[in-house]
Every structure is written in C-alpha cells, then in structure tokens.
C-alpha cells in the first residue's frame, strides 16, 4: 500500500494502527480489574498482553500454576476475551493469562496482502501453480501454507528457550493450556499436531482447549452438493464474493466512519444480545478499528475455509479445506514410541444454539479415537444458553472447562 493509498484509507475510516491500541486498552482497563498487572509485547509482530495478578518476583521464572493463553478467531482479536481474564486469575488455579493476536488479525502487524494467505479464484484446491483467475489479493497460498502464515510466529514465540530474548518467559517445566476459538480453534489443533511431544523445544502444552472450532467435518464431496444453478440467490452472491475473497471487512472498509460503526455495532447487538451497553460501546470501538485495519490474515477465509450447501438436507456451513476429522488430528498429535505426548487433555466445546455445531459428530468420533489409541482425556462438551462466542454467553461454564 502506498503513503497516499494508506493516508486515504485512514481518512476515510478514521482509524490507524495507533487508534485501534487506544481502542483496545479504553477496553481492557474498562472492563479488567486495574489490580491486575498487564504487560504489552509485539514479538515477531505479534500483539501479545500478559496479565498477573502481582509482578513476579525477579528472580522466579517458574509458575507453579497452569499458564492460560487465549487465542481469538477469524476477525477478531485478543480484547474480545475482556470477560474471562479476571475469572481466570482470580480462581488461584492460574498463574497468568496470555492473550495472543493471530499475524495479520487484531493488534498484530498486517503484511501486506501479497505476504498474506490468499487463494486464487477458480483455483482448485490441490494447485499451488496455477496462475489463472482473479482475487482481490492472489499470493497463491495453499491451505498448508496458510497455516504456516498464523503457525510460524507463534512456534517462534511459544518456545522457552527464546523467550528471554523479549521479556516474556516460559519455563521448560511450565504447564500451558492453549485456548483457540473457531478459526482459533482449528490453528490451536495445528499447532499441537506439529508440537506434541517431549523431544520439542516448543512450550509444554498440557491441555487444549478448542472452542467452537471449524474443521472437524469433512466438506461434503462435489456429487454430494447442491451445485450453482440450484443455490438461492443470496447463497450464489455468498459464493462469488468468497470465490473472490472479497471479506467482510471489506465490506465495512468501503462504508466509510459513520456507516461502518453502525453496522459494527448492529452486528455485535445481534450476535451477543446480552452485552450490556457499556460492554458493547466499548467492544464495538475496538471491533471497528480492528476491522477497518488494512487486509492481511482475514484473506485465510478463502484459503483455508470453503462453504458448501449439502444436497441431502440442504445445510449450509463452512468447511476447513484440510480437516481435522477422520483421525488426521489423531494421528498427527501421535508420536512414535520413542516420543512421550505432551497434551494429556482436549476438550472441545460447542454451544447448544452454535452454528458450529455441525461439526459436533465428526468432533466426537476424533475424541474417541484419540482416546483409543492415545489413552489421553478427549470429550466433547455442550454448553447450555451458548452460541458461537461461547466464553461471553456462558462465560462461567466456559471458565469451569478450563480450569477443571
């Protein structure tokens, strides 16, 4: 983007990288008790905050409870977890919390779109060569490489043996629990088949939680399909604009500052009704700004997810192009027998009105496998009075799973 592109954009939103920090710390010192102590860090251009309840002593490095660390999902960022930092260090079963943005997603920094995962239009889903068609923004990533895009900075980030470089300290005996919500989710379950055993310099992961994950179900097969011709109107424009990875935030981007705020805000009142208007001023100030910020990882939802309406049924959803279902994330976390496996816990969490939830069955049969052939706790949990965003519907039970 160019020093004119750039300065238009910001006119037009009325937003830059410096509003969008200001967006977010109004947010966490409004809504997170100021007891807490919270460090900011940007380590391989990732936003990352700590919060402790009290500075740790200098000379101790070592947390002798779970540390918890909270990653958000696609078009989000770390501030949308402001109901469950306090819960969380106040239980006295955590040492501290560990919120992270995705590269390319909230705080973090956004290489420009040819650095950033993209695929192109009418490219099939095994090429990574072939040069035809058209997107708003083409680097060719593969679904593999995508993941490598979000995976990379944060294998570099989450090893202890690098972590005193930058302030932010993981000790090699260190119990973590690693957090990841819907887009979020299906990264966190990437990263522990690519970390997951003992010979890894990568953190101690001990237990994974996968909130409201995609990935688990198989997209339907093309003979399974309800092709073009048959799709309602609105679903045939749905599939043109993600064929041309033409996002959401773009949307909000070419609305402008008055209009793009009132369709935030109208989106975030109707997604999470319960918020209260406090909550919700706040949230959308933040949600604003880290969506009119410029385009970079949010092109993963061409790259990694693909919709899909299933003849039998008609049901609509979204599905990872490589998923995690059919025991590939069972036998990617298992390691020979020479490697012991570091994750001994996987829940993975739907709510009872979630969209996600389609994913539930095919979650369940991965649970049991893991199981059956990794002997390590793996179940499935419904939570009640939840939909997608279930750490803010059901803040408490979603806590309760994390801590249990």
């Not at 990732?46 to 402790?52: A, K, Q, R, V, W």
């Not at 996968?210 to 179900?217: D, E, I, M, T, Y």
């Not at 039998?312 to 990872?320: C, F, T, W």
């Not at 009075?385 to 979603?398: I, K, Q, T, V």
Request: hydrophobic share 35%; aromatic share 8%.
């Amino acid at each position: 983007m160019t020093s004119t592109s750039r300065l238009l954009r910001q006119w037009w939103s009325a937003s830059d990288s410096k509003l969008l920090a200001q967006s977010e710390s109004r947010l966490l010192d409004s809504l997170v008790k100021r007891t807490h102590v919270r460090k900011k860090f940007n380590i391989g251009g990732l936003n990352i905050l700590e919060f402790n309840k009290a500075p740790p002593p200098a000379t101790t490095k070592h947390h002798t409870h779970p540390t918890i660390i909270l990653t958000h999902g696609f078009g989000s960022g770390l501030g949308f977890f402001y109901r469950n930092i306090n819960d969380l260090l106040t239980s006295e079963k955590v040492s501290r919390v560990i919120c992270i943005d995705w590269l390319g997603m909230g705080g973090s920094d956004r290489p420009p779109c040819w650095e950033s995962p993209v695929r192109s239009l009418f490219q099939s889903p095994s090429s990574s060569t072939d040069n035809t068609g058209f997107s708003f923004c083409n680097s060719r990533f593969t679904p593999s490489r995508a993941v490598d895009f979000f995976l990379d900075p944060m294998e570099e980030l989450l090893q202890y043996n690098n972590s005193n470089n930058h302030g932010l300290y993981f000790h090699p005996n260190e119990e973590i629990c690693l957090v990841g919500h819907s887009l979020g989710g299906y990264l966190a379950a990437r990263f522990a088949m690519r970390n997951n055993n003992t010979n890894s310099d990568a953190i101690n992961i001990s237990k994974l939680i996968l909130a409201s994950p995609v990935g688990f179900q198989h997209p339907p097969p093309p003979g399974q399909r309800l092709p073009f011709s048959n799709l309602p109107p609105a679903m045939r424009l749905l599939d043109a604009l993600w064929s041309a990875n033409f996002t959401p935030q773009q949307i909000i981007r070419l609305m402008g500052e008055k209009r793009g705020r009132r369709m935030v805000e109208r989106a975030l009142r109707g997604r999470i009704s319960h918020l209260s208007p406090t909550d919700v001023d706040l949230l959308a100030e933040y949600f604003y700004h880290i969506t009119v910020a410029p385009p970079s990882g949010e092109y993963a939802m061409n790259s990694l997810l693909e919709p899909a309406v299933a003849s039998e049924g008609g049901v609509a959803g979204v599905y990872a192009r490589e998923s995690l279902g059919d025991g590939v994330m069972t036998k990617g976390m298992m390691m020979s027998k020479e490697k012991e496996s570091k994750i001994e816990s996987v829940k993975v969490l739907f709510g009872d009105r979630d969209w996600m939830a389609f994913n539930q069955s095919a979650a369940m049969k991965e649970m049991k496998e893991m199981q059956s052939k990794m002997g390590i706790d793996a179940n499935v949990h419904v939570l009640q009075g939840a939909g997608h965003h279930l750490y803010l519907d059901n803040a408490d039970e979603f806590l309760r799973h994390i801590l249990d």
